[in-house]
């Protein structure tokens, strides 16, 4: 086939804004190529695709960029201006209908979900989001009466944030295995990694470290400065030391010397990357049971689920972490979230839904 991906308008690929959406990018797109298909990426200026995407077409736009949708308030409705960036990307994947057969659209935005009922033509979107606001979720329900297959989700926790999806499509996500490096240590530090906003909850795992009397090594975008400062300075200097954003290879290097990631998100997380992530090193993740992670981490097996905001059991579970066997972690990852096998799940994903246009 021949595809179009439209990347998330928030940040740059590469700049660690656009959250797992671009590591989901990049993994789709490498897993997309090996099948031989051929594929243009359409992403804000200054993006650049791993290694192994580097014959995937790349074509890069400049536009206003706008907030990210779950910061702002989930009722109100937001003034996307014609030069915004997800306009601009939207126009030029619509260049390219008549030498494709789809377009795959990442960005959780308005534009191209209305787009679908406009043009007869195939725009698909993988959500990446729970619902965080009405104006989208109500589009999607508009547009999900016409085209229900037209819709894909990371977990079937993040599908049942619109109860409108009657059979939700769940695909899960895809990883470059070759890019983690199983480590088979149990004696590391803790280890703590996502953007740095509330909906992610580091307080929590903060909290979790400090009753433990242990350092907790952060990675991650500072999105929200504030929140950030607040968290560090509830706690004696160094703490909490926060590591930076790394690119995947060196991130991995420095997750898989870890003894355990912690996970407190605070939302219904989509699906949860940086578990697998960590999984893929041979880290055991101690999380909350909300969202992807719930359905990713094999409670006993492959990390500990407790209930969500339950920060004691988080607690009394670290102390067992020891009990996991980490190369069950790689293993699952190994069986459930390849990037070939996530490629070949979008892949059967769009046929049925070009099927429906012919
Ligand atoms: N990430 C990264 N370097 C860092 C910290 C995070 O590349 O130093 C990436 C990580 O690999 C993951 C993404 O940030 O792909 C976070 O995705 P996740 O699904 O966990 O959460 P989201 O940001 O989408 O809510």
């Known amino acids: 086939m021949r595809l179009t991906i439209i990347s998330t308008p928030i940040g740059f690929l590469g700049s660690g804004r656009g959250g797992g959406v671009e590591l989901t990018l990049n993994s789709l797109v490498s897993g997309l190529l090996k099948q031989n298909h051929s594929v243009n990426v359409v992403a804000p200026n200054n993006s650049k695709l791993s290694e192994s995407c580097s014959s995937a077409n790349l074509f890069t736009v400049e536009g ?24 601009v990307m939207l126009e030029k994947a619509l260049s390219f209908i008549k030498d494709t057969d789809a377009i795959i659209n990442l960005a959780y935005d308005l534009q191209p979900i209305c787009k679908t009922l406009e043009v007869d033509y195939p725009v698909l979107h ?23 297959f037209n ?22 996500n895809g990883f470059e295995l070759s890019k983690y490096t199983f480590q088979n240590r149990k004696e590391g530090p803790l280890a703590w990694v996502g953007r740095i906003a509330p909906e992610k909850g580091l307080e929590d795992a903060a909290y979790v470290a400090n009753e433990i009397g242990e350092k907790l090594n ?24 926060w590591k930076g954003y ?36 041979g880290v055991p993740v101690v999380a909350y049971k909300r969202g992807g992670p719930g359905e990713i981490i094999q409670h006993g097996e492959t990390g500990f689920l407790v209930k969500a905001d339950d ?7 670290l102390k067992q972490i020891n009990n996991i066997k980490r190369e069950r972690c790689r293993e699952w990852v190994e069986n459930n979230a390849s990037s070939n096998i996530f490629a070949e799940k979008v892949v059967s994903w769009i046929k049925r839904v070009i099927k429906e246009y012919e």
Not at 311 to 316: G, I, T, W
């Open 126 to 148: 993988l959500i990446s989001m729970g619902d965080e606001s009405l104006e989208i979720s109500n589009i999607i329900s508009k547009v999900y009466s016409y085209y229900p």
């Open 246 to 281: 790394l690119q995947t290879n060196k991130l991995q290097e420095e997750l898989g010397k870890c003894r355990a990631l912690i996970n407190t998100p605070k939302w219904n997380e989509a699906y949860g990357n940086v578990v697998v992530e960590a999984m893929a090193c």
């Open 64 to 87: 206003y960029e706008q907030y990210s949708w779950q910061h702002q308030n989930y009722y109100s409705k937001t003034e996307i201006r014609d030069d915004s960036i997800i306009n």
């Open 311 to 317: 920060k004691e059991s988080l607690v009394l579970y």
């Open 218 to 241: 952060v990675w991650g975008v500072i999105e929200d400065q504030d929140y950030a400062s607040k968290i560090i300075d509830s706690y004696p200097y160094g703490q909490i030391c």
């Open 151 to 172: 819709f894909a989700f990371h977990s079937k926790s993040q599908a049942a944030d619109y109860p409108f999806i009657k059979e939700p499509i769940v695909l899960g």
